[in-house]
C-alpha cells in the first residue's frame, strides 16, 4: 500500500513517538543550531569577484586559474600550483595542499621555505568562485615565496638532483614575475584592471616591448626640442645638441606615460642604468618596429600640433591632459617631492 512505512523506517517512527515532547523538542533545535551554522559558515566563505577558468593567468606555457576575492585578496587556484611547479601529484589519497607542504617540509627546502612562507602554505583560503562552486587557494604572492626558496636553496647547493626540474621551472616562473609583477599579472587575467586600462597589461608590453634592442633611428625631431625650449621660456641652441637633463623628465611625462598603460616602466626596466644613473640606452631602442615604434612617432606628431597651440607650458599641459592623459597616474609632474605650483616654466 503507498505510504506504508517499511523497515528500519518503522524502528525511527517507534523510537520518535516514545519521546517526550520536551525531548523531542530539544533535538529538532539542535537539528536547527545545526543547520544555521553550516548557513552561516557558509555565508562567511569569501566569494570571489573576479576570474574564470577561461582567463587563467599565463607565464610563458603555464596557466594558471586565478581569482580576485571580495576583499581584493588575489588568489592562485590550489590544484594549479602543482602544475606551475612541475611537480607530481603524488601518493593517491593526499591532497594538493599536502603534496606541496610535504615538498617545502624536506630537508633541502625546510630552512628557506620557514624563512619565505611560515605557515601560511598549511592554511589554503576556501571561496566561492563566481559559478558558486567551492574552491581552494593561496595568496598569489606565495608562489613566488616559494621560488625564492627554492632557487635559494638550489643557490646553497641544498637541492637533491630531483628536485632541480623544480628549481628550473621556478626561474621560468620568476622570469614572468619581474616583467610585470605578480599582483599586475593576476589582476590583467581576471578582468580586475579592466575597467580602468584599454588592453590588458601583458598584451600590450607584448605588443609595444621589442625583445632586443632596435637600431637607433633619428626619432624625436628638432621641431620637438624647439617648442620644448620655447614653452619652458628658454632659449634655442644652435651651436650644441645638449638638452638639459631635467628634460628627460619631462619626455618621460609627455611622451612615455602617455603611450599605454605599463610601457614607460617596462622600458626603464629593460633598458636599464649604466654606473652614472642614467639609462643605458634611448627608451624608444625597445619599442616594437610594427607597434610601440609607429604609436610613439603618432603621438609625438600630436604633441608637437598641442605644443605649437599653446602659449605656456601649463596651458600645453591641460591640453595634453585633455587629450593623452597618463595612463594610471594622478600627479601633475613625476618630479617627486617637486610640487608643479613651484613651477616657473624654466626648469626644475
Not at 610594427?290 to 599653446?310: C, N, Q
Amino acid at each position: 500500500m503507498d505510504g506504508e512505512i517499511k523497515g528500519k523506517a518503522i524502528g525511527g517512527r517507534a523510537r520518535a513517538e516514545s519521546l517526550s515532547p520536551e525531548r523531542r523538542k530539544e533535538i529538532a533545535q539542535k537539528a536547527a543550531r545545526a543547520k544555521w551554522q553550516l548557513e552561516k559558515e557558509s555565508d562567511a566563505i569569501l566569494k570571489a569577484t573576479h576570474g574564470s577558468p577561461d582567463h587563467p593567468l599565463r607565464i610563458g606555457s603555464i596557466e594558471i586559474p586565478c581569482y580576485v576575492l571580495e576583499d581584493k585578496k588575489r588568489v592562485l587556484m590550489q590544484g594549479a600550483m602543482l602544475t606551475s611547479l612541475d611537480m607530481k601529484q603524488g601518493t593517491a589519497g593526499r591532497g594538493v595542499g599536502d603534496r606541496i607542504e610535504k615538498f617545502l617540509s624536506t630537508k633541502a627546502i625546510k630552512p628557506y621555505a620557514i624563512k619565505y612562507l611560515g605557515d601560511m602554505i598549511i592554511n589554503p583560503i576556501k571561496f566561492k568562485t563566481p559559478s558558486g562552486s567551492i574552491a581552494y587557494g593561496y595568496e598569489a604572492t606565495i608562489l613566488a615565496d616559494i621560488c625564492d626558496a627554492v632557487l635559494e636553496a638550489r643557490k646553497e647547493g641544498k637541492l637533491h638532483y630531483q628536485q632541480e626540474h623544480i628549481a628550473k621551472q621556478c626561474e621560468i616562473l620568476v622570469r614572468g614575475f619581474a616583467r610585470v609583477g605578480i599582483i599586475a599579472l593576476v589582476d590583467e587575467a581576471t578582468g580586475y584592471e579592466r575597467d580602468k586600462a584599454r588592453l590588458e597589461l601583458s598584451k600590450i608590453l607584448e605588443a609595444f616591448i621589442a625583445k632586443e634592442l632596435q637600431p637607433w633611428i633619428k626619432t624625436f625631431d628638432d621641431e620637438y626640442y624647439q617648442e620644448l625650449f620655447r614653452l619652458r621660456g628658454l632659449s634655442y641652441p644652435t651651436d650644441t645638441v645638449q638638452r638639459p637633463l631635467y628634460f628627460g623628465i619631462l619626455t618621460n611625462d609627455i611622451v612615455y606615460r602617455r603611450l599605454a598603460p605599463g610601457v614607460l616602466d617596462a622600458l626603464k626596466k629593460e633598458i636599464g642604468k649604466n654606473s652614472k644613473g642614467r639609462p643605458k640606452s634611448k627608451l624608444f631602442r625597445k619599442l616594437t618596429n610594427d607597434i610601440g615604434y609607429p604609436k610613439l612617432r603618432e603621438h609625438l606628431a600630436s604633441v608637437i600640433t598641442i605644443m605649437k597651440l599653446s602659449e605656456k607650458y601649463h596651458d600645453f599641459l591641460d591640453k595634453l591632459d585633455r587629450i593623452h592623459p597618463r595612463y594610471k597616474d594622478t600627479q601633475l609632474l613625476p618630479f617627486g617631492e617637486y610640487e608643479a605650483k613651484e613651477d616657473t616654466g624654466k626648469g626644475i
